[in-house]
């Protein structure tokens, strides 16, 4: 089996661009500098993979032709906030399958021209409709933690301060400055006990690598030591169990087992995590779900920053959903991009020290309330 | 290297349905229909794809739910009308990269509900906005090709009766009668020289094949001479190289000569082509782009013979998107059913006679009026 390697990152700002800044122009800008960080010219590029929700019909194929790619093999990937991850999956199955040796794979989103108040539910899913929408589920999943682990409601707001500090250090982070726990705990209140800062903002942004081969690696002149994807998981299911826990996430327990096992890893080795923070809450919740911390102990973990940088496990050095910002389509691959500038050593000031192992993770859509949610796992190591 | 064969398929009717015929429905109908075919339980299936336009965000885990996998890995793939064609290729890649032994991949299209005046053209395509849509295109297509091939309006007709000719033996076929010379060239004019049934339907419907190893043939008990998927190409680019010939169709020729190389097979020796028939005169063209076809031959090979059941090179025994029916994202399945049925023997009265070796082709799409186009390719071989 052929290894994959990711030979380079890039990444525009997320954040809220005006309407001039389209959709193309943000993925172009992620896939340029990706390009350029690997090495590659156009004439190295094989094939092009482009996960998004809201870009339309052939959105890949106008990105590749915008780059000057337009002969290429192009596919379009949607999984909800999981796309620019499943696309990476692709892109990660036809190099190890030996089909390509150097190919392009990019996230992108431009949410602020197309749902500007917030993601609709679809329609199928009835729960939603009447209410039920994402945030309230969290913000339930986040009463019952409280009551079910003596959490306070400090402990989590502690996530959303934790991930801000983180971003200060981060370029791309749409927030690039801290917030205080009192700011966080008596923000404007989105779903009781969350307020508006423990909630993932409204972005746009785009997010691409380029994966490579071993003989792409050398063709691109890049060194063989660059970090390796071990494995792509996807998983879908039950986002709660519901019956008996609330918290108990199978899909996050599944979706672990699946990594661990895909990579041929012990979860110890773990050096940090790039978690799907689209609440405070659900980062403490998934990371438990993985078995990476005790059930009930994601509260105190975080209160007590052993998920901080220079904790005994960061989470989210880049600032995750909640500051980095969540243009669905391009987080999976915003984490792709963290994982490769941390375990090259170019994190900056968010640097985790000696990073040799790390995972990302993101969970995509619901169907019918609660079933139907996919999770995504990426597994690299220096 | 892992090998990929086609170890059951299975369609619903293309054709237009009543909105409680949900996406859902049809796509349910297909999968199951193929699992049945290949012996395949719900224990047997390890991942799903699916590939659509317009069935919406996180469309296939709707559907694995309702199949009853919704803990499976899903994956959505959009590629306009060669969408089919791109889940399957993540399904083959999965196969021969050695993740799975067992998947389902599934195409599926509403579009009754969802386009009911056509297909809209995207705001970037300026050409098409301003009145040059694919129907004008391939009129120009026709005109062209009669003025430089000194064809008849009559010879791109008999595509058409071709098909509808053939699709009277498919009983998944939209439409399922013969329709005359005459009806053709006297038909309500869409395009000069174009008339209604120069053109594909707006249809809806879905079909499904299970991808399978080796070893996946083994433990669902079947025979091991099954067809196998040698090679799923894709290419994008230029549809028309405009300059010098309008009808030279260049991503037809680099994806044939793709394909071939892929699969490793001799374009002589195809015993019959599923080919992506949106307009008679695309057939026509594009058959002639792949090579397979002597330039200039088509409009005589068709109105000869010769592309007809029982003729030397039979295209579109199914009945094509002409007669078959045309709900893009299921296209280039059921294309993969029709390969199936053909080289197991399964077609009845449009059985080609000692099918060995064939290729589907899908088109898909188009940017900025004929740029970021794709095309699929399927070999399949016993």
Known sequence: MTRAFVAGAGMVRFGKYDPTVTFEKLAVGAAASAMKDAGAGRANIEAVYLGHVFGGPVAGQRVAVELGLGGLPVSNHENYCASGATSLREAWLSIIAGLYDIVLVIGAEKMTDRVKGGVAPDPSDLDAVHGFIMTAGHAMSARRYMEDHGASREEIAMVAVKNHAHSRFNPYAQYQHAVTLEAVTSARLIADPLGVLDCSPISDGAAAAVLCSEKGLTRLH????????????????????????????????RAGELAYAAAAID??????????????????????????????????????RRTSLGGALPVNPSGGLLSRGHPVGATGMAQVCELYWQLTGQAGGRQVENARLALG?????????????????????T
């Open 361 to 381: 993770y993101c969970k995509g859509g619901t169907v019918n309330g609660t079933d139907g949610a996919s999770v995504s796992t990426v597994v690299m190591s």
């Open 267 to 304: 979860p110890k080795d773990i050096d940090f995590v790039e978690m799907h923070d689209c609440f405070t809450i659900a980062e403490i919740v998934r990371m438990e779900g993985l078995g990476l911390i005790p059930r009930g102990e994601g509260g105190r973990w975080t209160a007590t």
């Open 222 to 253: 890049r060194p063989s030591n660059l970090p390796e994807v071990r494995a792509v998981g996807l998983v879908s299911g039950t986002l709660r169990t519901g019956l008996y826990d609330f918290n108990e996430e199978d899909i996050s327990r």
